[in-house]
């Protein structure tokens, strides 16, 4: 039973609290957490791994040959090179079989994840839950990505995965593909290339596993996704942030300055200004 996630210095907090959730909520002993780890010390390691205790935690590091892989995809300062970790991991794990459940990293577990795992995908290679978007917004992303404006599209913050199904098919390398001739028209860039390798065909699943309003009650949720609001910034009025707020009290965190939404523009900021300067050189 695997569970994996990907993590750069910039989201260190929030996936430690994402593996503190796991440990605590998610009800799944046996399972080992899978890393995918962009630019992190051993000691931002350890730390990660000890949030995580008492299960197993493995690292994948986003290396040279991880990286000239990826070298043709579009990133930007709201996506990131981890953010492919999604499209790369169930390629790289030395599992052949069984399930991978990826959970991006602003994401806590609430909930056992054992009806998760115990879910029957069928012959689907990818499990899902579809964006909670009106047909107009659908149909958008549907157009930029040359299929019926009605094709399901999900949201790839959550995903399980029926790893053999995935490697039959070469989802790996054909995301990738997608990723390297279309960057420049996909909106979502790696959630968009799943999108399009899957071509509809995936096992949906309840909201409930990928849970990410800002408005309705979170106590239904098995899986809550932070999507708009992150609950790591001081000030925010996210429906779900004392949930973060008391997982994130049991960890190497308990007693930091939360981040000013001021410091965090400035970070943004610095990220695209790195970016135009990569460039232009």
Same mark, same amino acid.
């Given at each position: 039973?695997?569970?994996?996630?990907?993590?750069?210095?910039?989201?260190?907090?929030?996936?430690?609290?994402?593996?503190?959730?796991?440990?605590?909520?998610?009800?799944?002993?046996?399972?080992?957490?899978?890393?995918? +780890? *962009?630019?992190?010390? &051993?000691?931002?390691?350890? /730390? !990660?791994?000890?949030? =995580?205790?008492?299960? %197993?935690?493995? @690292?994948?590091?986003?290396?040279?040959?991880?990286?000239?892989?990826?070298?043709?995809?579009?990133?930007?300062?709201?996506?990131?090179?981890?953010?492919?970790?999604?499209?790369?991991?169930?390629?790289?794990?030395?599992?052949?079989?069984?399930?991978?459940?990826?959970?991006?990293?602003?994401?806590?577990?609430?909930?056992?994840?054992?009806?998760?795992?115990?879910?029957?995908?069928?012959?689907?290679?990818?499990?899902?839950?579809?964006?909670?978007?009106?047909?107009?917004?659908?149909?958008?992303?549907?157009?930029?990505?040359?299929?019926? +404006? *009605?094709?399901?599209? &999900?949201?790839?913050?959550? /995903? !399980?995965?029926?790893? =053999?199904?995935?490697? %039959?098919?070469? @989802?790996?390398?054909?995301?990738?593909?997608?990723?390297?001739?279309?960057?420049?028209?996909?909106?979502?860039?790696?959630?968009?290339?799943?999108?399009?390798?899957?071509?509809?065909?995936?096992?949906?699943?309840?909201?409930?596993?990928?849970?990410?309003?800002?408005?309705?009650?979170?106590?239904?949720?098995?899986?809550?996704?932070?999507?708009?609001?992150?609950?790591?910034?001081?000030?925010?009025?996210?429906?779900?942030?004392?949930?973060?707020?008391?997982?994130?009290?049991?960890?190497?965190?308990?007693?930091?300055?939360?981040?000013?939404?001021?410091?965090?523009?400035?970070?943004?900021?610095?990220?695209?200004?790195?970016?135009?300067?990569?460039?232009?050189?």
């Amino acid at each position: 039973m695997l569970i994996a996630l990907a993590t750069d210095k910039n989201y260190l907090e929030l996936a430690s609290i994402l593996m503190r959730s796991i440990a605590k909520y998610g009800d799944v002993p046996e399972a080992t957490i899978i890393v995918c +780890a *962009d630019g992190l010390s &051993f000691k931002e390691k350890e /730390l !990660l791994a000890s949030c =995580a205790k008492p299960l %197993k935690t493995r @690292f994948f590091d986003l290396d040279a040959s991880l990286r000239q892989r990826l070298a043709n995809v579009r990133i930007t300062s709201n996506w990131p090179l981890t953010t492919w970790a999604r499209v790369t991991l169930p390629d790289m794990v030395e599992e052949k079989d069984g399930k991978l459940l990826y959970l991006d990293s602003d994401i806590v577990v609430a909930k056992s994840l054992r009806p998760l795992f115990e879910t029957d995908l069928e012959d689907s290679a990818i499990a899902g839950v579809p964006v909670d978007k009106d047909a107009a917004f659908l149909a958008g992303l549907n157009k930029n990505l040359g299929r019926p +404006a *009605d094709t399901p599209y &999900f949201n790839a913050g959550v /995903l !399980l995965i029926d790893i =053999a199904n995935w490697r %039959k098919h070469n @989802f790996t390398d054909k995301a990738i593909d997608v990723g390297s001739t279309l960057g420049n028209d996909l909106t979502y860039l790696d959630q968009d290339a799943l999108n399009s390798v899957a071509d509809g065909r995936f096992y949906v699943l309840e909201r409930r596993w990928n849970w990410y309003s800002v408005k309705a009650d979170p106590s239904s949720a098995s899986i809550i996704h932070y999507v708009y609001e992150k609950p790591h910034i001081a000030g925010t009025k996210h429906p779900a942030r004392d949930v973060y707020m008391a997982l994130r009290s049991e960890t190497p965190w308990a007693n930091r300055r939360l981040v000013s939404p001021w410091a965090k523009k400035r970070k943004k900021w610095m990220r695209r200004l790195k970016g135009l300067v990569g460039l232009a050189g």
